[in-house]
Each structure stands twice: as C-alpha cells, then as structure tokens.
C-alpha cells in the first residue's frame, strides 16, 4: 500500500509544483507536463522490454538507472532555470 501510494503521489506533486511556477497558464503547463509523462509510461516498458528481450536484464535495470539519472539532472536544470527567471518552485 504504502509503494502504491508512494507511485502515484509523485505526480501530484509534479503538478503542483507546475501550477505553482507557471501560476499565469496552469493548464498549458501541466498538459507539456503530463504529455511528458505519458509518452514515458507508454514508451519505457516496450523499450525496456525489448532491450531485456535482445540484451539481458542487467543492460535493462542499467537503462532504467541511466534514464532516472538523467530525469534528475533535467528536473534540477529546470529547478534552476525557473528560479534564475524569478519563478517559485
């Protein structure tokens, strides 16, 4: 129960922090947002499915740690970004 909620708060939280700094079009923000996160839902398990098919395990959770360090260093660039332009996050 406890990773379930956990999975799905994290979205949450994106939007509000979304509605926060972009406070003049919330809807257009949260819908790059949530199109972002869609594309990522559907294409990441078919990637990572054929990468274990063709290559192994290990090259498939290797993947998956590469992506969220790269999600890291994106979500910490557009942190930076929006307060460089007087945003809120």
Not at 33 to 44: F, H, I, Q, R
């Amino acid at each position: 129960m406890f990773a379930l909620g956990v999975g799905w708060a994290w979205s949450g939280l994106i939007v509000h922090t979304v509605v926060r700094a972009y406070r003049d079009s919330p809807g257009a923000a949260t819908g790059m947002t949530s199109g972002g996160l869609n594309v990522g839902g559907v294409v990441g398990p078919f990637a990572f499915g054929l990468l274990v098919d063709r290559v192994s395990y290990t090259a498939g959770f290797l993947m998956i740690a590469a992506c969220a360090l790269l999600a890291a260093l994106a979500a910490d660039a557009g942190r930076r970004r929006l307060i460089r332009m007087g945003a809120n996050p």
